[in-house]
């Protein structure tokens, strides 16, 4: 049943510390990708723009021109130092300097502080080179006595030594300590970035969170499983598949049998929002495990655009006997319902092997609606593949012969807000999601059950719903 009441479409407050670190993993090489370019782009650029820069200094001692205890006093001397340092680093101070030189511009930088706790001003020429360097400080020297009438009244500079070309520093570019810079920036900002996405986003990531956010119950989740060497798919019917996620697919059936006979359904379409999703391995562990308790199960490959049950099931079909061709009414259903056996109980299929165009013109047709009400009357339960929900054409025609959907939603792919939409859609289309499976899970592993006595449960409750049906 759906879920009484409204959910806010917010975004979710709460913050998924797993969740971020699997999308930081997942971005992490497009983001050292971004780290590695900002590096060498940004050290190539630098080290062509920055140059090395050459520095020359000189001291200045701020002296009155008589010692009375007025020149003398410590807040006299202070100001007579701001003034100064303001003239040295003055607009008027660079003019007289250009004027002197005759060139149109000052080249490099000339600054002036005060030493701390001293009457001392030191006054600094910087350039791309020493000879700059040198003659800026030099002509600094002649052409500040020509500012005399903005210095403070009473008060002299004096230099306490001469200027030497042999003092001149040289201070290296700053080429890799910029590019370190920028390198942190841009792996600070993508690590910053992805953790607001993973923030504010409404992507499915988490059974709680699915809970909150969407307008159907989560009935379950299968964790991700990698196939074992030489495992072609994984199917519960196969004894190299992880017992735990055998349990959690048994754990699904049971709800949706529940919500099934509650309701007498018996037709069930598995559909997901997107591709990738891996809705047919979840449509056919679904057969699977109906067949297994004992169930007339006929399992419909309906996905005609990327047909994959068959290849699943490893199965060889004759192009002649696919689907489609029954709908094209170019065979009979005896020739493309095929029976496998799985672990002693029978399972019925019908392939599909090769993608079809337009496949909603064949799903819509009356041999399609008239195919899917014969096997409700032969089987206990039509399980049908879907095409990706986002193909809502095809989707919507094959719901007018469903009674229930199950949404199939794989973790970190899907937003909330495109699964509810389509819920709306189908339910319009008087279908009834009876659920969602959050599929391919990392960490939402339930450790709560006793998986050691799951197996012997589940065996004597399908004895008792056997017997009770």
């Known amino acids: 049943m759906i879920q009484e009441g409204y959910k806010s479409q917010s975004l979710d407050s709460q913050i998924d510390l797993r969740y971020i670190f699997r999308t930081l993993k997942k971005n992490a090489v497009f983001i050292l990708m971004c780290v590695c370019l900002t590096g060498m782009f940004s050290y190539v650029i630098l080290d062509h723009s920055l140059k090395d820069t050459y520095t020359v200094s000189v001291n200045l001692c701020v002296i009155p021109?008589?010692?009375?205890?007025?020149?003398?006093?410590?807040?006299?001397?202070?100001?007579?130092?701001?003034?100064?340092?303001?003239?040295?680093?003055?607009?008027?101070?660079?003019?007289?300097?250009?004027?002197?030189?005759?060139?149109?511009?000052?080249?490099?930088?000339?600054?002036?502080?005060?030493?701390?706790?001293?009457?001392?001003?030191?006054?600094?020429?910087?350039?791309?080179?020493?000879?700059?360097?040198?003659?800026?400080?030099?002509?600094?020297?002649?052409?500040?006595?020509?500012?005399?009438?903005?210095?403070?009244s009473g008060y002299v500079l004096q230099p306490l030594s001469s200027i030497s070309a042999n003092n001149v520093q040289k201070t290296e570019?700053?080429?890799?300590?910029?590019?370190?810079?920028?390198?942190?920036?841009?792996?600070?900002?993508?690590?910053?970035?992805?953790?607001?996405?993973?923030?504010?986003?409404?992507?499915?990531?988490?059974?709680?969170?699915?809970?909150?956010?969407?307008?159907?119950?989560?009935?379950?989740?299968?964790?991700?499983?990698?196939?074992?060497?030489?495992?072609?798919?994984?199917?519960?019917?196969?004894?190299?598949?992880?017992?735990?996620?055998?349990?959690?697919?048994?754990?699904?059936?049971?709800?949706?049998?529940?919500?099934?006979?509650?309701?007498?359904?018996?037709?069930?379409?598995?559909?997901?929002?997107?591709?990738?999703?891996?809705?047919?391995?979840?449509?056919?562990?679904?057969?699977?495990?109906?067949?297994?308790?004992?169930?007339?199960?006929?399992?419909?490959?309906?996905?005609?655009?990327?047909?994959?049950l068959a290849k699943i099931f490893d199965a060889t079909v004759d192009p002649k006997e696919q689907f489609s061709e029954y709908l094209l009414g170019k065979c009979e259903l005896d020739q493309v319902l095929k029976q496998t056996e799985v672990q002693a109980h029978p399972m019925d299929c019908i392939w599909q092997k090769k993608a079809v165009a337009k496949p909603y013109r064949l799903l819509g047709s009356e041999r399609f609606i008239s195919l899917i009400n014969q096997l409700k009357e032969q089987f206990d339960y039509v399980v049908m593949d879907t095409p990706p929900l986002e193909l809502i054409r095809d989707a919507e025609i094959i719901s007018e012969t469903a009674d229930a959907m199950l949404m199939v939603m794989r973790q970190d792919e899907v937003h909330a807000v495109a699964v509810n939409d389509t819920v709306d859609l189908l339910e319009e289309n008087g279908v009834t999601v009876i659920g969602g499976v959050l599929n391919m899970t990392k960490g939402e592993r339930d450790t709560s059950k006793d998986r050691d006595g799951y197996r012997k449960y589940y065996n004597e409750n399908a004895k008792i719903e056997n017997a009770g049906e």
């Open 65 to 152: 021109r008589d010692n009375t205890s007025e020149k003398l006093a410590e807040t006299n001397i202070e100001n007579a130092l701001e003034r100064s340092v303001n003239v040295l680093n003055s607009d008027t101070m660079r003019d007289q300097i250009m004027k002197a030189s005759g060139s149109s511009r000052v080249k490099g930088n000339l600054s002036a502080s005060v030493v701390a706790d001293t009457n001392i001003i030191r006054m600094s020429a910087s350039g791309t080179n020493a000879e700059s360097a040198y003659k800026l400080l030099k002509g600094a020297l002649q052409q500040y006595p020509e500012l005399s009438d903005y210095f403070e």
């Open 173 to 308: 570019k700053a080429t890799l300590r910029y590019s370190l810079l920028l390198i942190l920036l841009v792996l600070a900002g993508g690590i910053g970035a992805t953790v607001c996405l993973c923030i504010f986003t409404d992507k499915i990531h988490s059974m709680e969170q699915a809970k909150r956010l969407l307008d159907i119950p989560m009935i379950g989740s299968l964790d991700y499983v990698k196939k074992k060497s030489g495992q072609k798919a994984l199917l519960i019917s196969d004894q190299d598949t992880d017992h735990v996620y055998e349990e959690a697919v048994d754990r699904i059936v049971t709800s949706i049998r529940s919500e099934m006979s509650a309701e007498g359904y018996k037709t069930l379409m598995v559909g997901s929002i997107k591709e990738n999703d891996g809705k047919s391995t979840v449509t056919a562990n679904i057969a699977l495990n109906l067949a297994r308790r004992g169930k007339k199960v006929v399992l419909v490959d309906c996905d005609m655009r990327h047909p994959s």
